[in-house]
């Protein structure tokens, strides 16, 4: 599971379903202890405890989520917070290794691998998606009476190129 500084190593019992189905010889159902079904359904006393955070296809430690989403919201992109998390983990992957540099044997380690920068936005999305109804609380509870808005927009939709073959002007937006 991907975290700073190296990956951790979750061992996981295998649950199987020990009931056969007719004209079988086991039934074939068996889930990871630490499968999202699984914890969907512990306590919200141990789901808070359980230092690991799953997303579908990828599974992070929660110290490696609050990074993403204190940077996310500091204006870093998820590019740039990629290789953020690659400096950070070969810096420890070469203290581990008392200063000797081998990059080649440093992305050969699974325990060093890192996410890419479209599996920390997947990260971020399912994490924003699970707390959207309490940001959304928290936004309504706010009392204002003005709201402002600045140029960003309007000069960014005057931003663009004219392109050659049929001479349109091309927007990021």
Known sequence: MYDLNGN??????????????????????????????????????????????????????????????????????????????????????????????????FYERVMYFFASNEQLMHMFLSFFNNMETIYQKQMEAIPFSILSCDHTFKVSKQIGVVRRLDKAFVDQF
């Not at 359980?50 to 992109?77: M, W």
């Not at 953020?84 to 420890?92: E, T, V």
Request: proline share 2%; charged share 20%.
């Open 8 to 105: 951790i190593i979750l061992v996981q019992s295998i649950y199987r379903c020990p009931y056969n189905l007719a004209d079988h010889t086991s039934s074939g159902h068996e889930f990871y202890s630490a499968s999202t079904d699984i914890l969907e359904n512990v306590s919200q006393v141990l789901k808070d405890k359980f230092p690991v955070k799953a997303f579908y296809g990828t599974e992070c430690s929660k110290n490696l989520l609050d990074y993403v989403v204190t940077h996310i919201g500091r204006g870093q992109n998820f590019l740039e917070l990629a290789a953020d998390i690659a400096s950070m983990n070969f810096k420890a992957f070469v203290r581990k290794n008392k200063g000797s540099i081998d990059s080649d044997t």
